[in-house]
């Protein structure tokens, strides 16, 4: 039972059909990839945060974690180093602001929740979607904020749960969200459903529970659900979004009072790297860097209703 995406999808679509297929992956711990970057940002704002002051994992070289599969929009083609998708051309833009050239941004492979588990990491920081929070913090440093983003949820077109206009609507419906994320934390602390939501390890099994009918709704962020209704379960209905919340605990809010949801890069516990990272990020959302990768790689996120 197939049908016409939505406009919002059909967005997001049209963006995505334009793309070159890469042949490059991300590499395990001891490869390197490298590719295009973004917009072009501004070089380094500090002397002490040029590349050769800079205590990278390898000398001259910047190494960038991320999980696979690297799912679109965020990168295409499941290939960070081809620096198409919206966190690709981030990573390479704050690579170019800090003075690194494309061939020496090197990839890797590092699970979602390995990302900000505690203890020493391999990578000089890791981008993908990783919400900044307090409880996060605690086991890693995370830097400003590149990208303000809300949850929404995805149902079947056919489930009760498709046609809910209210949190209330969604409580008796089965519900699910990617372990470790800011989309279970929405379920279980604004939903509150009236049964555990299933959890799941990876996206890909989220939906495929979806598409299958063992969940009648998930949890992912709004670009996200875009994407998938609209190219990989046309079954489905991006439901609403949830409201930016503010809080600092439980994934809900940024930790930093500014009441916004927000991806954040990870490093280490007490990087050295971590000021002139959030320097570079700082600095590509005030010249615009930040909202020209948006504009070019995101949908617009209206036509989701806020569900209350």
Known sequence: MR?????????????????ATSACAPQEADGTASGPSGPSATGPSTASCAPAAL???????????????????????????????YESAVAYAVAKHLGFAEK?????????????????????????????NEDRRKAVDLSSGYYDVRQAVIALKDSPAAKATDLAGLKGARLGAQV????????????????????????????SALKNGQVDAIVVDLPTAFYI???????AKVVGQFETTGGTGNGTGNGNGSGKEQFGLVLDKGSALTSC?????????????LAAIEKRWLSEAAGAPVLK
Not at 104 to 111: C, I, S, T
Not at 186 to 199: G, L, W
Not at 229 to 235: C, H, K, L, N, S
Request: net charge negative; no cysteine.
């Open 229 to 235: 209704t609209g190219a990989e379960v046309p079954e």
């Open 55 to 85: 205590a990278t994992k390898a000398e001259g070289k910047l190494t960038v974690g991320t999980d696979t599969p690297a799912y679109a929009p965020w990168f295409q083609d499941d290939d960070p180093a081809n620096g198409k998708g």
């Open 104 to 132: 020496d941004v090197v990839w890797q492979k590092v699970a979602f929740n390995n990302a900000f588990a505690p203890g020493e990491k391999t990578f000089d920081f890791d981008i993908n979607q990783v919400s900044i």
């Open 180 to 207: 470790g994320t800011t989309s279970l934390d929405v379920i279980n602390e604004q939903i509150k459903p009236d049964r555990p939501a299933a959890v799941f390890q990876k996206n890909d099994l989220a939906k």
């Open 277 to 289: 990272v959030s320097r570079a990020v700082d600095a590509l959302r005030a010249d615009g860097t």
């Open 3 to 19: 049908s016409r995406p939505a406009p919002a999808a059909l967005a997001v679509l049209a963006a995505l059909t334009a793309l």
